[in-house]
């Protein structure tokens, strides 16, 4: 029986209770938000009820249904979008957005749902909100949504800067998690485009003005008097810790400040009397909280922080009252807690115990195995310094061979479904000397199992070393260790160019980079399979790969059990069961006690998660980089335009023999010239003077300074026209030269050059003006360009094709239709270069019921012709398809308009024989003069409308653009300029 009975995308509507006997039972009711407190002395647990969280949990359900009464008019935009599930490929989990609405809702909402109700603070001068989510739960994208909301806001309402910043200040426990919040910066690769969280691109484009600045607690730590300096300056002033910290942020008033991982921010009241010692046993440094407290206090009382939004899994403290006390912060307002994400299958379920086939006698142990260091046998044993050769404690051995028998079997599976990592055991113990004593028990092969004795898939993380490496810090020398973290680099299966530059890293650094990629290919950690820790690693160890956790400390609260089996709770993957639940993923846990897990007595051992595959850029195929302008919207301008009738336009006739291209001089003295001596000036021996290009923009600049006073629209779009005009008419069959001697090239440049004058006065003549409509892409200004090449490696578990056309490493099977398509393109000559559009970026704007769409086509080809193919696959039809082929359509146009990206074209196969019809028609056409041809659509010219489907005749053409005359059926003589992708061929 799965623990998961709730959609993550709605409201949770039920939850597991427990019922007589130690069983669970499903209650019909979404979860009271509350917690559970252990006392470890008398082996008692209460559960306390966060009774404000509750009552604005009702609240805002009821201001949710009204409508969101009270918030601005950019904000019910972004709230609407959000909760649109079309507008992003991934809806958004409930938990995320009522955390959002929760802070929108006492900051925006009407008073009416707010009376009654007062958020207690933290003791200090500003404000503070937490969120309560828990692993997995998308932290991160709230801090995105969070700093959209006040951003956008703050630059429409300026004068609302009590409610609203465009300054972010983010503060991250260490570098792992700034590293990893470096997406909320606006720029590419951002969670703002990710997840498409601005309903517009002009909110979008607004949202590049914010101002976000990502740093760690330590850097508000006071600055350090050089100790041996002459001059005593004295304590840093507060103004100058501002500018230091703020830096470029220092020039705005009312920030906003955003703590992840906000349980490190405590503020110790000060009637309260809590040891260091007794801190640290529930995970909290109080240096690090009381300087971080501090570093914010100083810059509020210069620049004023106008609200701090604190995000944390476990924002718990100690309360004082009794040494195992623990609370949580009083200002939480919404809660989303590691049972909820259970339920909702947001994260792995823990298991307390092994299922029973895994050792004959795996059910007697179940007691002692649930909390191991509560057994006085091991608690007294592993509360000392003992020497790491010492033996472990009988329960401590027994228990990992039943968890390393687990191991062992998750292992196999995974192995035998082809996982390029294996499943990872992640031990928690209480102190140094244990972890020691640990790393030696599995690296001197004491312990049961052969496979978990290897040293360099062991991995014991030095506290003190990782502290160091947390705030770029070195730590004290240690050779041995230092030689134990390159053997494990030696040993991984990684490239030996990425060996030598692991290798080169300090062992600060190179513990980090370790710990920070366990499981993930073809980095240092991607071999590992065991990890040792004292207390709780990084927040930011998100390793998916974590099967096994074994607990050996003291647990005194329920949050500080979910702090350190948050550290394996990372699903592999996503997938849903019929009734669009997520399927259960598994972590097997020892010496934890979880309020709730699923014991696994009986039934059949889960399923190891589905084998990833890199979806990644082949540097080595850079020949295969497909690129494509970003489009933003399509316009639909009206602009003068000239217009020559080409019919009507009589020959230019340019006469060799009143135009000398070449003379011969002599010396003359007294009226003779001597012959003997005569030197030549010929035209032909100059040719860089007489370059197609420079001939053509000399007659538009003449005929510029004839036009510009006169014409209309805009001067820049005179002169390309003018240019477009004199190239079309000096290839035209207008310009006669009668002399074969003058119709070599060169010699033809020269005498149209000496005549250029006569050129424009003539092409001047058959010029009109005429209004016309014509489509202009607007671009991406920050990224007007995309490309194969920017893609980003990700994973999948989907079925996959490898590709040797592609630039990118493998092709997504997300249907059989598509890896027909990859096979097809695959063995076609006339197929350079093809990608899958998934993950690219290549999309597409449109309009359906009302609001503004993205569409994805599913493929970009390259085709031997030069064209670039947008393709289609589709099995039905709709009206909203059609609408995304309009704005496809419309998207081609305007680009080959535009000009400047080459010819592209697009289609749609409604079934798959249709593919391969598809690329033979668009890749190896080409219209020859006098063939027949259908439009595609309609056109208008010399104000007659002509219709799609209308046959015609092509009458020239002009190749480097792609484009072609077309002399119409519909009336003599009348011709239309198209591009080729508009025609089709009609079979003779």
């Given at each position: 029986?799965?623990?998961?009975?709730?959609?993550?995308?709605?409201?949770?509507?039920?939850?597991?209770?427990?019922?007589?006997?130690?069983?669970?039972?499903?209650?019909?009711?979404?979860?009271?938000?509350?917690?559970?407190?252990?006392?470890?002395?008398?082996?008692?647990?209460?559960?306390?009820?966060?009774?404000?969280?509750?009552?604005?949990?009702?609240?805002?359900?009821?201001?949710?249904?009204?409508?969101?009464?009270?918030?601005?008019?950019?904000?019910?935009?972004?709230?609407?979008?959000?909760?649109?599930?079309?507008?992003?490929?991934?809806?958004?989990?409930?938990?995320?957005?009522?955390?959002?609405?929760?802070?929108?809702?006492?900051?925006?909402?009407?008073?009416?749902?707010?009376?009654?109700?007062?958020?207690?603070?933290?003791?200090?001068?500003?404000?503070?909100?937490?969120?309560?989510?828990?692993?997995?739960?998308?932290?991160?994208?709230?801090?995105?949504?969070?700093?959209?909301?006040?951003?956008?806001?703050?630059?429409?309402?300026?004068?609302?800067?009590?409610?609203?910043?465009?300054?972010?200040?983010?503060?991250?426990?260490?570098?792992?998690?700034?590293?990893?919040?470096?997406?909320?910066?606006?720029?590419?690769?951002?969670?703002?485009?990710?997840?498409?969280?601005?309903?517009?691109?002009?909110?979008?484009?607004?949202?590049?003005?914010?101002?976000?600045?990502?740093?760690?607690?330590?850097?508000?730590?006071?600055?350090?008097?050089?100790?041996?300096?002459?001059?005593?300056?004295?304590?840093?002033?507060?103004?100058?810790?501002?500018?230091?910290?703020?830096?470029?942020?220092?020039?705005?008033?009312?920030?906003?400040?955003?703590?992840?991982?906000?349980?490190?921010?405590?503020?110790?009241?000060?009637?309260?009397?809590?040891?260091?010692?007794?801190?640290?046993?529930?995970?909290?440094?109080?240096?690090?909280?009381?300087?971080?407290?501090?570093?914010?206090?100083?810059?509020?009382?210069?620049?004023?922080?106008?609200?701090?939004?604190?995000?944390?899994?476990?924002?718990?403290?100690?309360?004082?009252?009794?040494?195992?006390?623990?609370?949580?912060?009083?200002?939480?307002?919404?809660?989303?807690?590691?049972?909820?994400?259970?339920?909702?299958?947001?994260?792995?379920?823990?298991?307390?115990?092994?299922?029973?086939?895994?050792?004959?006698?795996?059910?007697?142990?179940?007691?002692?195995?649930?909390?191991?260091?509560?057994?006085?046998?091991?608690?007294?044993?592993?509360?000392?310094?003992?020497?790491?050769?010492?033996?472990?404690?009988?329960?401590?051995?027994?228990?990992?061979?039943?968890?390393?028998?687990?191991?062992?079997?998750?292992?196999?599976?995974?192995?035998?479904?082809?996982?390029?990592?294996?499943?990872?055991?992640?031990?928690?113990?209480?102190?140094?000397?244990?972890?020691?004593?640990?790393?030696?028990?599995?690296?001197?092969?004491?312990?049961?199992?052969?496979?978990?004795?290897?040293?360099?898939?062991?991995?014991?993380?030095?506290?003190?070393?990782?502290?160091?490496?947390?705030?770029?810090?070195?730590?004290?020398?240690?050779?041995?260790?230092?030689?134990?973290?390159?053997?494990?680099i030696d040993a991984a299966t990684i490239p030996e160019t990425r060996r030598?530059?692991?290798?080169?890293?300090?062992?600060?650094?190179?513990?980090?980079?370790?710990?920070?990629?366990?499981?993930?290919?073809?980095?240092?950690?991607?071999?590992?399979?065991?990890?040792?820790?004292?207390?709780?690693?990084?927040?930011?160890?998100?390793?998916?790969?974590?099967?096994?956790?074994?607990?050996?400390?003291?647990?005194?609260?329920?949050?500080?059990?979910?702090?350190?089996?948050?550290?394996?709770?990372?699903?592999?993957?996503?997938?849903?069961?019929?009734?669009?639940?997520?399927?259960?993923?598994?972590?097997?846990?020892?010496?934890?006690?979880?309020?709730?897990?699923?014991?696994?007595?009986?039934?059949?051992?889960?399923?190891?998660?589905?084998?990833?595959?890199?979806?990644?850029?082949?540097?080595?195929?850079?020949?295969?980089?497909?690129?494509?302008?970003?489009?933003?919207?399509?316009?639909?301008?009206?602009?003068?335009?000239?217009?020559?009738?080409?019919?009507?336009?009589?020959?230019?006739?340019?006469?060799?023999?009143?135009?000398?291209?070449?003379?011969?001089?002599?010396?003359?003295?007294?009226?003779?010239?001597?012959?003997?001596?005569?030197?030549?000036?010929?035209?032909?021996?100059?040719?860089?003077?007489?370059?197609?290009?420079?001939?053509?923009?000399?007659?538009?600049?003449?005929?510029?300074?004839?036009?510009?006073?006169?014409?209309?629209?805009?001067?820049?779009?005179?002169?390309?026209?003018?240019?477009?005009?004199?190239?079309?008419?000096?290839?035209?069959?207008?310009?006669?030269?009668?002399?074969?001697?003058?119709?070599?090239?060169?010699?033809?440049?020269?005498?149209?050059?000496?005549?250029?004058?006569?050129?424009?006065?003539?092409?001047?003549?058959?010029?009109?003006?005429q209004n016309t409509e014509r489509l202009t892409p607007v671009f991406d200004?920050?990224?007007?360009?995309?490309?194969?090449?920017?893609?980003?490696?990700?994973?999948?578990?989907?079925?996959?094709?490898?590709?040797?056309?592609?630039?990118?490493?493998?092709?997504?099977?997300?249907?059989?239709?598509?890896?027909?398509?990859?096979?097809?393109?695959?063995?076609?000559?006339?197929?350079?270069?093809?990608?899958?559009?998934?993950?690219?970026?290549?999309?597409?704007?449109?309009?359906?019921?009302?609001?503004?769409?993205?569409?994805?086509?599913?493929?970009?080809?390259?085709?031997?012709?030069?064209?670039?193919?947008?393709?289609?696959?589709?099995?039905?039809?709709?009206?909203?398809?059609?609408?995304?082929?309009?704005?496809?359509?419309?998207?081609?146009?305007?680009?080959?308009?535009?000009?400047?990206?080459?010819?592209?074209?697009?289609?749609?196969?409604?079934?798959?024989?249709?593919?391969?019809?598809?690329?033979?028609?668009?890749?190896?056409?080409?219209?020859?003069?006098?063939?027949?041809?259908?439009?595609?659509?309609?056109?208008?010219?010399?104000?007659?409308?002509?219709?799609?489907?209308?046959?015609?005749?092509?009458?020239?053409?002009?190749?480097?653009?792609?484009?072609?005359?077309?002399?119409?059926?519909?009336?003599?003589?009348?011709?239309?300029?198209?591009?080729?992708?508009?025609?089709?061929?009609?079979?003779?």
């Amino acid at each position: 029986m799965s623990l998961i009975i709730n959609s993550p995308f709605v409201s949770p509507a039920q939850h597991w209770v427990e019922a007589k006997g130690g069983k669970l039972e499903i209650k019909s009711e979404r979860r009271p938000a509350s917690y559970e407190v252990f006392d470890a002395r008398n082996n008692t647990k209460r559960t306390e009820v966060l009774d404000l969280v509750n009552t604005i949990r009702t609240r805002v359900d009821q201001w949710r249904a009204d409508g969101w009464p009270g918030v601005t008019i950019v904000t019910r935009k972004l709230l609407e979008h959000w909760h649109d599930r079309e507008a992003r490929h991934h809806p958004f989990y409930f938990c995320q957005l009522e955390a959002i609405e929760t802070l929108i809702w006492w900051v925006e909402g009407a008073e009416a749902y707010k009376q009654g109700i007062a958020i207690p603070g933290d003791g200090g001068v500003w404000e503070r909100l937490c969120n309560k989510m828990a692993t997995g739960a998308g932290k991160t994208t709230v801090m995105a949504m969070i700093i959209t909301w006040q951003v956008l806001n703050a630059l429409t309402y300026p004068k609302r800067n009590k409610d609203f910043s465009r300054a972010v200040f983010i503060v991250a426990p260490g570098l792992t998690v700034k590293e990893r919040l470096r997406v909320l910066l606006p720029s590419e690769g951002s969670y703002y485009d990710e997840f498409n969280l601005c309903p517009s691109e002009a909110l979008r484009q607004k949202l590049n003005q914010a101002e976000v600045m990502i740093e760690n607690w330590h850097t508000l730590m006071p600055l350090k008097e050089a100790d041996r300096s002459v001059v005593k300056k004295g304590r840093e002033s507060d103004e100058a810790f501002t500018r230091r910290v703020l830096g470029k942020l220092a020039a705005h008033k009312d920030i906003i400040v955003i703590n992840d991982e906000a349980h490190h921010a405590y503020r110790k009241p000060p009637e309260v009397k809590i040891s260091k010692k007794h801190a640290e046993e529930h995970g909290i440094d109080l240096d690090e909280a009381t300087r971080w407290i501090e570093g914010l206090d100083r810059i509020h009382k210069t620049r004023r922080i106008q609200r701090c939004f604190d995000l944390s899994a476990t924002p718990f403290a100690p309360t004082g009252k009794k040494s195992t006390d623990t609370a949580l912060f009083d200002w939480i307002i919404s809660d989303f807690g590691l049972n909820d994400a259970i339920e909702a299958g947001l994260v792995k379920t823990p298991r307390v115990v092994v299922r029973d086939d895994a050792v004959p006698d795996a059910k007697t142990l179940r007691s002692k195995l649930y909390h191991i260091y509560r057994d006085p046998t091991v608690s007294e044993d592993l509360n000392r310094k003992a020497e790491a050769h010492e033996a472990l404690p009988k329960l401590v051995q027994d228990a990992y061979t039943l968890l390393g028998a687990d191991w062992r079997e998750t292992r196999a599976q995974w192995q035998e479904a082809g996982h390029h990592s294996p499943p990872v055991m992640l031990t928690v113990c209480n102190r140094t000397e244990t972890a020691a004593r640990i790393e030696t028990y599995f690296n001197k092969g004491d312990a049961h199992w052969p496979e978990l004795h290897a040293p360099t898939r062991t991995l014991r993380v030095d506290s003190k070393v990782l502290e160091k490496a947390e705030i770029g810090e070195t730590a004290t020398s240690d050779k041995d260790y230092e030689a134990r973290l390159k053997a494990i680099i030696d040993a991984a299966t990684i490239p030996e160019t990425r060996r030598q530059q692991l290798r080169a890293l300090k062992k600060e650094e190179l513990l980090r980079e370790i710990v920070d990629n366990v499981g993930k290919r073809g980095a240092a950690g991607q071999d590992l399979q065991n990890v040792i820790s004292v207390a709780m690693l990084s927040e930011g160890w998100d390793a998916k790969n974590v099967t096994h956790i074994m607990g050996l400390r003291a647990f005194t609260s329920q949050l500080l059990c979910e702090q350190v089996v948050g550290r394996g709770l990372r699903r592999v993957s996503y997938d849903t069961d019929e009734n669009g639940l997520f399927l259960p993923e598994y972590v097997n846990v020892f010496g934890v006690p979880l309020s709730i897990s699923e014991t696994g007595e009986g039934g059949e051992a889960p399923p190891p998660p589905k084998p990833t595959t890199q979806i990644e850029v082949l540097p080595e195929r850079t020949h295969l980089e497909l690129r494509w302008p970003n489009v933003l919207r399509v316009e639909t301008v009206v602009r003068p335009q000239l217009a020559m009738d080409w019919g009507k336009v009589a020959r230019l006739v340019l006469d060799p023999a009143s135009t000398p291209i070449s003379a011969e001089l002599a010396p003359a003295l007294g009226g003779a010239t001597d012959m003997g001596k005569v030197t030549a000036i010929d035209l032909e021996k100059l040719p860089d003077g007489f370059r197609l290009q420079r001939l053509v923009f000399q007659a538009a600049r003449k005929a510029f300074a004839e036009l510009s006073h006169g014409f209309s629209g805009n001067h820049e779009y005179l002169a390309a026209q003018l240019v477009r005009i004199v190239e079309a008419f000096l290839h035209s069959d207008r310009l006669d030269i009668p002399s074969l001697f003058h119709s070599d090239p060169l010699r033809r440049r020269i005498l149209i050059a000496l005549n250029i004058d006569l050129v424009v006065q003539h092409v001047l003549s058959n010029v009109t003006e005429q209004n016309t409509e014509r489509l202009t892409p607007v671009f991406d200004e920050e990224n007007p360009i995309g490309a194969t090449g920017q893609m980003r490696t990700w994973y999948t578990t989907k079925p996959c094709f490898p590709t040797t056309k592609s630039h990118i490493s493998d092709l997504v099977g997300d249907s059989s239709w598509e890896g027909h398509a990859a096979n097809i393109f695959e063995k076609r000559d006339d197929v350079i270069a093809y990608a899958k559009n998934d993950h690219l970026g290549f999309q597409i704007y449109y309009m359906w019921a009302g609001s503004r769409r993205r569409y994805v086509p599913d493929f970009l080809v390259r085709l031997t012709g030069g064209t670039m193919l947008a393709l289609e696959v589709k099995g039905t039809d709709s009206p909203q398809d059609k609408a995304k082929r309009l704005a496809l359509d419309e998207w081609i146009r305007a680009i080959n308009t535009s000009g400047g990206f080459g010819r592209w074209d697009w289609d749609v196969a409604f079934a798959p024989h249709q593919i391969e019809d598809i690329i033979r028609r668009r890749a190896g056409h080409r219209f020859a003069a006098h063939s027949l041809v259908r439009l595609r659509r309609a056109f208008t010219a010399a104000r007659t409308d002509i219709p799609a489907g209308t046959e015609g005749v092509i009458v020239d053409s002009y190749p480097s653009r792609d484009a072609y005359e077309v002399e119409v059926s519909l009336a003599p003589a009348l011709t239309v300029t198209v591009f080729g992708s508009d025609l089709e061929p009609i079979d003779a």
